[in-house]
């Protein structure tokens, strides 16, 4: 009986989560007769593909999912390098004013988005980096490098220093222990940030709008999207198929790596 409320419970936040992707789904099918009736039925008996064809063939997608997949993986790359490095010398080392770039790192989660975006258009303009992709990578390094350090701190310092210390007794290097003994044992801990910056990367909208302004070559899809919205009707197929398509690259990436995101989220090394 105990079990009966708890399972009902994560069935329903189950359905109420994956049922906004069946419908986006289920709308990318639909024929645009369907889509347009008020008659709303939770199935199609005539699917199409239609809708994807149109975006497929569509001007410029294949270019602009290259440019999210670029921005993404190389947020992805770098925020995992610099996070580890971060988290080992907050962890490792005693400096001064270690604990006030700890909380400087809280306090920088707290800023909305919407706060910077303005202040961030200037220094990207100041930098010369307007209407580039090198743009989106270094402001979204900056929006998730905090809680990447912060949450790789945990994992470093779950691995017991006398690991460390043993392997230098025998004669590793710094860098040898950084990178054959600590790396191997935070990985898990790199996945469940990289998943997140991942995902951050991919689905920015705000920042793409701001810096990519008459580049057109280098817009991501999440921009690229607003070719469906029109001011006389909406093209919801094609909104809907392109988002199906959108988020195949996350589901490929999420399972990828999800061995290593389980034991990552459940925990780090243990003493």
């Not at 939770?42 to 602009?64: K, Q």
């Not at 007794?169 to 003994?181: F, K, M, P, S």
């Not at 290593?260 to 243990?270: D, I, P």
Request: hydrophobic share 60%; net charge positive; aromatic share 12%.
């Amino acid at each position: 009986m105990r079990r009966i409320v708890p399972n009902t419970v994560a069935c329903v936040v189950a359905f109420l989560t994956a049922f906004p992707l069946y419908w986006m789904v289920l709308s990318a099918l639909k024929p645009d007769g369907e889509i347009q009736s008020l008659d709303v039925r939770l199935w199609t008996l005539h699917p199409t593909l239609d809708n994807f064809v149109r975006v497929l063939t569509g001007e410029g997608f294949g270019r602009y999912l290259l440019n999210s997949a670029g921005v993404a993986l190389s947020v992805v790359v770098l925020s995992a390098a610099v996070a580890f490095l971060a988290a080992v010398a907050v962890t490792r080392f005693r400096f001064r004013f270690r604990t006030t770039v700890l909380i400087m790192f809280l306090i920088a989660q707290m800023v909305p988005v919407e706060a910077l975006t303005i202040p961030l258009f200037f220094v990207v303009r100041d930098l010369g980096l307007l209407n580039t992709l090198a743009s989106l990578v270094v402001v979204q390094l900056a929006f998730t490098l905090p809680f990447a350090i912060w949450m790789m701190r945990g994992f470093v310092a779950a691995v017991p220093e006398a690991l460390e210390e043993a392997a230098m007794i025998d004669g590793a290097g710094r860098a040898t222990v950084l990178w054959r003994i600590l790396f191997p044992l935070v990985a898990p801990g790199l996945v469940a940030t990289s998943v997140f910056s991942f995902i951050t990367a991919w689905n920015d909208f705000v920042f793409a709008r701001t810096f990519i302004i008459s580049a057109k070559d280098n817009q991501t899809l999440p921009a690229a999207l607003l070719v469906f919205f029109k001011p006389d009707e909406n093209d919801w197929g094609g909104i809907m198929a392109a988002s199906t398509l959108m988020t195949i690259p996350v589901l490929i990436f999420f399972v990828a790596v999800q061995r290593r995101l389980v034991s990552g989220l459940g925990g780090a090394v243990k003493d």
